[in-house]
C-alpha cells in the first residue's frame, strides 16, 4: 500500500491495482488487522466498500458488536464478560442460571466454545481460559433451541437467503466446520425483521446473521462481516453471489446518480 495524502494506492504481485469501482472484502478471522487496513486504504481511493473498515472492525470484536446490538434494544441472550476467575460468581448471577455458554471472544467456527453444566465446570473452564491469558464471554444456554440456530443472509436490506443448522448427535455447536447438519428454513416477519436491523445497526450491507428460536422470540447470537457462501447457496439454492452483484449494481448506479 502507497499511503499518501496525493495518490493513495494498492499494489499486489508488485503492480497498482488501480482504483476499482467497488471491493467486496473478504477477511479471514486471523486477517483482520492488515485486511481493515487494506479496506481504509480503497476507502481513501474513494472506491466504494460493500463493508466499510468500521463496521468489519466492530463486527469482528464479539463483544464490541453486542454492546452496540444492545445499546440499540436488539435481543439476544443474556450475556457477560469476566476477566479474572474472581469474577465467575457475578457473571453466573448475571446470566442466571446453570448450565451456561462459555465462548472464546478469538473463536471461529464453534471453536472455543464450552457448555458447562455446573457451577464447578463454569470455574474451571474460566480458570483454564484465564491462564492461557484469553477472554471469556458468558451467555445464557437456550434449552429449547439446544444444538439449533439459523444462519440468515443479509444483501442490503434484505435476507437473501436463510438455512437452518443442527448439531450431530451429542454435540451442541451446530457449526458446518463441526459437522452439523444444514436445511433451507422460512424466517417468519419478526426474524426478518431483527435480522436486518441487526445487520444495519453494525454498518454491514452483506452479513451473515445467527439467530436462535427462543421462547421469547428470535434471540441474536453473531453478526458476520465475511459469511461464508457455500452452505448457504447449496441448502437454499439461492445464488447469493449473484445477490451481492447486483446490490453493488444498483448501489453504484444511485452513487453515480447522486454525484
Not at 108 to 126: D, F, N, P
Not at 230 to 247: C, K, L, R, T, Y
Amino acid at each position: 500500500m502507497n499511503i499518501t495524502s496525493r495518490k493513495p494506492m494498492v499494489y499486489y504481485g508488485g503492480e497498482s491495482l488501480g482504483k476499482p469501482d467497488a471491493v467486496i472484502p473478504r477477511i479471514g478471522a486471523s486477517n483482520t488487522f492488515y485486511g481493515t487496513a487494506v479496506v481504509r486504504q480503497f476507502e481513501m481511493m474513494n472506491s466504494y466498500c460493500v463493508n466499510s473498515s468500521v463496521s468489519i472492525s466492530n463486527s469482528r470484536d464479539k463483544l464490541r458488536s453486542l454492546q452496540i446490538l444492545a445499546k440499540a434494544g436488539i435481543n439476544m441472550p443474556v450475556t457477560g464478560f469476566a476477566s479474572h476467575t474472581k469474577d465467575i460468581e457475578g457473571v453466573i448471577e448475571t446470566v442466571g442460571s446453570i448450565p451456561l455458554i462459555m465462548k472464546l471472544l478469538q473463536g471461529t467456527q464453534g471453536q472455543g466454545i464450552v457448555l458447562a453444566e455446573t457451577r464447578k465446570a463454569a470455574e474451571s473452564v474460566m480458570s483454564a481460559f484465564r491462564q492461557l491469558d484469553a477472554d471469556i464471554m458468558v451467555q445464557e444456554f437456550i434449552k429449547e433451541s439446544s444444538g439449533t440456530d439459523i444462519r440468515a443472509f443479509v444483501v442490503g436490506n434484505r435476507v437473501v437467503a436463510a438455512m437452518e443448522r443442527t448439531a450431530p448427535d451429542g454435540e451442541f455447536r451446530s457449526n458446518v466446520h463441526r459437522g452439523g447438519r444444514i436445511e433451507k428454513v422460512a424466517l417468519t416477519n419478526e426474524e426478518m425483521n431483527i435480522v436486518t436491523e441487526a445487520s444495519n445497526i453494525l454498518g454491514l450491507s452483506v452479513a451473515g446473521v445467527d439467530l436462535m428460536r427462543s421462547d421469547r422470540g428470535p434471540l441474536i447470537l453473531e453478526v458476520n462481516s465475511s459469511p461464508g457462501l457455500q452452505g448457504i447457496e447449496s441448502s437454499s439454492n439461492v445464488n447469493v453471489a449473484d445477490e451481492i452483484i447486483s446490490f453493488i449494481e444498483q448501489k453504484k448506479e444511485n452513487l453515480d446518480v447522486q454525484s
